[in-house]
């Protein structure tokens, strides 16, 4: 009896099994790779691999001047560019006692808002074809077109801006803009609880990711996550409310978090939640900046050669991955000094090898979907 | 609590071990005798009145004219809403000092990328390898004097101009 229970033991006795996941993998968001030690369906830890997206782009700062680095910053992370632009502009205007005009400041959030709904929707509708639904998908990038579009017209580009220069904005935004903006808003909003009801309420996708790799808020603070990835794990923390900048302590706004309501505090579905509701608060943050949009010029006069006085500041904003941190140094020359960007997706990712263990292989893609990793972000 | 505050508390905790205060600059800063990092980190961390959960940055700055590396922690306390900065000076021929890792388990990737791009090694580090760049890369990227290799598994790193190109 007891040899028997010995040979059982020996035949389900399975060897770990290292399988490379990426970099060219549908579902890792770019070019990521995981170094997955699995025991059957069962992850013994995933790895991540990162750095193939490197454009050394912090060195490139050192070698470009302050207003020629900022076309840069969009490099940095393409699906929220805005942020970057906005974070390394503060950073050059604290340094150089730059004052921003009134008009470019709400231009700015009117951008960048426009920009959070844009990344937003591309996380969540991968975050649906990541886990098998394919439709919302569709219907999410339908909407990040119009976005696009608009931005098309606010600035001309789509993708990488370059609209926030140091001391306010390079194009003011028209009143014909404006109405567009508005006309996009009015449509955008039922369409969130459309989409509401076709992926968040559904019970297929609620069951797929209630109780799956929560985050407890004490790993979340030990690694540093940021934005919906914090706010998910119950804390209640914004940029753009606890250490405002900007526009933003005129402007109404919650803050969501998560609630743990269909599984765990702080699972991916949390993660999922918080970002469809930060949706519709920025769609609450533009409708206000519409109506207050005041004259004046978008731009402050900035010498084209600028030489912030020696001196270094560390700049946060709010981007889409959270708190973006611009450490910006000068030396009283025509170029930084030293230019370092921290970035939630950085952070986000080193704390996969903690939340693997343990869990389902398919489970993988859905915690690196509900995180919401870029990424060009995390090897800038 | 004021930049000021936190420093004095420091000072009076660690005495001769945290230096140099700054508070005339945009963002105010002190040193921390590289020996003592750890200890400092832990107690800024675990005290009711500083309390500082994370470590938002950690990067270096080279600064080769005075023939140092200076590696610098963001903290930031969401309890009491302030932020303290931290710099360790070091050598730049042998820039060591010790990980954080065991205060804060954001320093693990961190110090990665400091130790890839900046050559500073962290002494206790449980995964001390290259991060963004080639294991097989050669040299600092980040280092001022830092000088590109030739070529990289037999690719040129050059690459001729764009526009000579075209006027061929």
Known sequence: MN???????????????????????????????????????????????????????????????????????????????????????????????????RRGEFCRVIACELNR???????????????????????ALRERESINDLMEQICGARLTYNYIRIGGVGYDITRATCDRIAAFLDHFEPIVDEYNRLLSYNKIFIERLA????????????????????????????????????????????????????????????????????MQESCKILRQCLKMLPDGPAIAKVPRRFKPP??????????????????????????????????????????????????????????????????????? | MEAKEIYDKLDRRFPGKVSDFRGDVLEPYFSVEPAAIVEVCGYLRDEPDLKFEVLSDLTALDLPKEDRIQVVYHLYSYTHRHQAVLKVNLPRAASRVSTVESVWKAANWFEREVFDLFGVVFEGHSDLRRILLPED????????????????????????????????
Request: proline content about 5%; overall charge negative.
């Open chain 1, 117 to 139: 709904i844009a990344s937003h929707l591309i996380s969540v509708g991968t975050f649906g074809q990541d886990i098998g639904a394919v439709t919302p998908f569709l219907h």
């Open chain 2, 137 to 168: 890369w050669v040299g600092f990227p980040l280092r001022k004097d830092y000088v590109e290799q030739e070529e990289y598994d037999g690719i040129s790193t050059e690459r001729a101009p764009l526009v000579e190109k075209l006027l061929r």
């Open chain 1, 211 to 278: 109780h799956v790799a929560p985050i407890t808020l004490e790993d979340a603070l030990q690694y540093n996550l940021v934005g919906p990835n914090l706010r998910a794990c119950g804390l209640k923390w914004d940029i753009r409310r606890d250490i405002p900048y900007s526009v933003y302590p005129e402007l109404e706004f919650d803050v969501p978090v998560g609630l743990g309501e269909k599984g765990t505090l702080g699972d991916c579905y949390d993660r999922y939640w918080v970002r469809v509701r930060e």
């Open chain 1, 3 to 101: 040899e028997t229970h010995l040979d059982t033991q020996d035949i389900f006795r399975t060897e770990d099994m290292t399988i490379s996941m990426g970099p060219q993998h549908p579902s890792t968001h770019g070019v990521l790779r995981f170094i997955v030690k699995t025991d059957g369906e069962v992850m013994r830890e995933a790895v991540p691999d990162v750095g193939y997206l490197h454009r050394s782009i912090e060195k490139i700062g050192e070698k470009v001047t302050w207003h020629g680095f900022v076309p840069y910053t969009d490099r940095a992370d393409y699906l929220a560019a805005m942020f970057a632009n906005q974070g390394f502009c503060m950073a050059a205007e604290k340094l150089g006692h730059v004052e921003v005009t």
């Open chain 1, 310 to 380: 020696a001196g270094e500041v560390y700049v946060r904003v709010e981007s889409a991955r959270g708190d973006m941190g611009f450490y910006v140094v000068s030396d009283g020359s025509e170029y930084p000094y030293r230019v370092r960007i921290r970035t939630g997706s950085f952070t986000a990712m080193s704390i996969i090898e903690k939340i693997s263990r343990g869990l389902m292989v398919a489970d993988l893609i859905a915690l690196i979907a509900s995180l919401d990793v870029d990424a060009p972000e995390i090897d800038r």
